[in-house]
């Protein structure tokens, strides 16, 4: 979890009080009980040593409640809201109510009402009301909540409820509240696309020497059994729609599709679901193509894929300086030059990445490469796969007889601009790879973040702070070879062996 | 002190340590051996209640105890298989305990409207042996989860929610009195 640093200002105004308050209490034990004053002085010196010692009472309190300050001493920060969450509570504007549902006698509940506190003292536009339903029905029932542990988050009219006690959750379904407007992911289907309804996964990282997911003449790793499901659960957590998009069928893109998401397309498009792709972009919409190895391009979508100013090679990325686990197949990215989606983004790794060329874009457009592998990578060339072929393939031998030149390679680009003076503005963004957005990647390292960054940005509400839902995930302790080897020899063979001489040791004193 | 006798001293310390241990500690409690225990707000043995009077809006009922499943009216009639439930009623009212309990305190400022019990939807009053009230309680609405049932005790402050089905049973109860 991310934790906000600690906040020196409060931290400073606290010890100034904590100090003045000991000056004072030390000057009130030095004021002399007997002045020997007589009379009408005596008296007023007693009431003026009252009076001044309720007011300083009052002022420090009022002082102190003015200056709120809240120390979270757990390890973990348990009472603390992330950082993301408060950032988003910075950012809200207008006036929002949350009325948070919860149960008294359960922790997680009280621990959620008490953030939200700490997050309503932060923003005074943010209301922030606790209710017990059990002791409050009446508001409960207006409110129309059945269950512990809700949030309602009303703003402008409009009203979103959340579930749950992580306050994450609870700053999305405000953001959600103030956006004003759907957004609407549509995930392509209808060329063998990750499926947005799969959630099938993989606990382990394996290459393709061992679990069959790769492309027979590669060691790469490619998931075109599994779904997209966990992406599409990280969209509907930022208020996003998700639906899905047969081109095929429907023929258009629909103009309800805030972004169109196509996950590892692998069978050739038709001419007019190009055509189709193109249109939506002139009309200003916004596309995440991924597109991995084996995927054929057909002429009208390679065509509009060079105006985007790229052409993903059929070659795979091997990195031996950069990579994730033993795979240096799995190229990993530990650096972004700057741009709003990688702003905030940490190491990300992609399995089986193609490379991409970069190539003059429209007049209008403007091309940033946003990931790139380290200098020491180099490609290797992977023949399509038969039944995606569109035409012949003739550099395949040639270039896998030719040596591999290391060099930093394009994996991903970030598209912006008009396709041609009459278009609107898009964006788009590029990768060379879809695995890491499946649902067996999605989790790890900052895939997650990497992608709910390019949905934002596609959607063009990277103003606003990121706050991404946690995707619950099985433990997972990734080892490197060196690692495993010692594991299994500190096990199988060190502790073993230790035990023998051990006892070898006590029967030779015995003897 | 020396080492033949330091050995010994520390041996009979550490034995004395363990027993300490035993003396100390206490059997791991294994949910499948939990011995039962009633958390009924009702504390007598339910055997020991000998009338029951229900009251529903204007309708009152009231049943006396025959024997461990049966129950006649005032006039001596015999409710038959219906007394069972009757029994089984009192039994709950014995076993189940609340859910939650709400102190009176934690209650300023709310409104009392909500919990339904000013009227309440029924009243149930349980009598001894000797004609001595043992137990007089008000169900009133559910609450918004819907799975409780706010009750208060006569002469207690305290809010309690219950299991609906305490309520439930009871409300049976007054049902198959009506009908007949």
Not at chain 1, 123 to 151: F, G, H, M, S, T
Not at chain 1, 222 to 240: C, K, N, T, V, W
Not at chain 2, 112 to 133: C, M, N, Q, T
Request: with cysteine; hydrophobic share 45%.
């Amino acid at each position: 979890m991310e934790h906000p640093e600690l906040d020196w200002n409060a931290l400073l105004w606290a010890g100034g009080w904590l100090a003045a308050v000991l000056v004072l209490f030390a000057t009130g034990l030095r004021l002399p009980l007997q002045t020997g004053l007589a009379g009408w002085r005596g008296r007023a010196y007693s009431a003026g040593v009252i009076l001044i010692a309720f007011g300083a009472a009052v002022l420090a309190n009022v002082a102190l409640h003015l200056h709120d300050v809240h120390f979270d001493l757990t390890r973990e920060k348990v009472y603390t809201p992330s950082g993301a969450a408060m950032r988003a509570i910075d950012e809200v504007s207008r006036e929002v109510t949350v009325t948070y549902f919860y149960r008294s006698q359960d922790p997680a509940g009280r621990r959620a009402r008490d953030l939200l506190a700490i997050m309503a003292r932060r923003n005074p536009l943010l209301k922030v009301v606790a209710v017990d339903p059990d002791r409050d029905p009446r508001l409960a029932r207006e409110k129309a909540i059945q269950i512990y542990n809700a949030a309602v988050v009303e703003a402008e009219g409009r009203r979103v409820l959340v579930q749950g006690t992580d306050e994450t959750e609870i700053a999305i379904g405000i953001q959600r509240a103030l956006r004003g407007r759907a957004i609407t992911a549509c995930f392509l289907e209808g060329h063998g696309e990750l499926p947005m309804d799969n959630f099938e996964y993989h606990t382990h990282l394996e290459s393709g020497a061992g679990h069959s997911h790769d492309d027979a003449s590669s060691q790469v790793v490619e998931m075109p059994g599994h779904g997209a499901g966990r992406l599409r659960r990280a969209l509907e957590a930022q208020g996003y729609e998700a639906r899905k998009l047969i081109l095929a069928t429907e023929g258009d893109v629909p103009a309800a599709c805030t972004l169109l998401i196509a996950a590892n397309p692998r069978t050739t498009f038709l001419p007019a679901e190009s055509a189709a792709l193109r249109a939506y972009l002139r009309r200003g919409g916004s596309a995440l193509l991924l597109l991995d190895l084996g995927f054929v391009l057909e002429p009208g979508l390679a065509r509009l894929v060079a105006e985007l100013g790229v052409r993903p090679e059929q070659d795979v990325v091997v990195d031996p300086l950069s990579h994730y686990s033993t795979n240096p197949e799995i190229v990993a990215v530990t650096g972004y030059d700057p741009h709003p989606v990688t702003r905030s983004v940490s190491l990300t790794f992609y399995p089986g990445v193609r490379s991409i060329t970069l190539l003059p874009p429209a007049s209008d457009l403007r091309v940033t490469p946003l990931l790139l592998s380290s200098r020491d990578s180099y490609t290797r060339p992977v023949k399509p796969v038969a039944s995606h072929k569109v035409e012949p393939d003739s550099t395949g031998e040639k270039d896998a007889a030719s040596p591999p030149v290391s060099g930093a390679r394009v994996l991903g680009v970030a598209v912006e601009g008009r396709l041609d003076r009459d278009a609107e503005p898009m964006r788009a963004i590029v990768v060379g790879d879809s695995d890491f957005a499946s649902n067996s990647f999605f989790p790890y390292m900052a895939n997650s973040d990497l992608l709910l960054s390019v949905a934002r940005w596609l959607a063009r509400e990277e103003r606003t702070t990121a706050v991404a839902a946690r995707v619950p995930v099985p433990p997972l302790i990734a080892l490197t070879g060196r690692q495993s080897n010692a594991v299994f020899f500190m096990v199988v063979v060190a502790m073993p062996l230790l035990v023998i001489a051990l006892g070898f040791v006590v029967w030779w004193r015995w003897r | 002190m020396r080492r033949h006798v330091l050995h010994p001293v520390l041996a009979a310390l550490a034995l004395l340590y363990l027993a300490a241990m035993v003396v100390s500690g206490a059997m791991p409690v294994q949910r499948q051996l939990v011995r039962f225990e009633a958390k009924g707000l009702l504390k007598r043995v339910p055997e020991e209640v000998k009338r029951v009077e229900l009251s529903r809006g204007t309708r009152r009922v009231t049943l006396l105890r025959a024997g461990e499943t049966e129950w006649v009216t005032p006039d001596g009639v015999n409710i038959g298989a219906a007394g069972l439930q009757v029994s089984k009623a009192v039994q709950i009212m014995h076993n189940s305990g609340p859910v939650r309990e709400i102190e009176a305190a934690g209650l300023v400022g709310s409104d009392p409207a909500p919990f339904g019990l000013d009227p309440p939807r029924l009243s149930v009053k349980l009598y001894g042996r000797d004609g001595d009230l043992v137990l007089a309680a008000s169900f009133g609405e559910f609450n918004p989860e819907g799975y409780l049932q706010y009750m208060r005790i006569d002469g207690n402050p305290r809010l309690y929610l219950m299991s609906r089905f305490v309520g439930g049973e009871w409300a049976e109860v007054m049902t198959g009195a009506e009908a007949r």
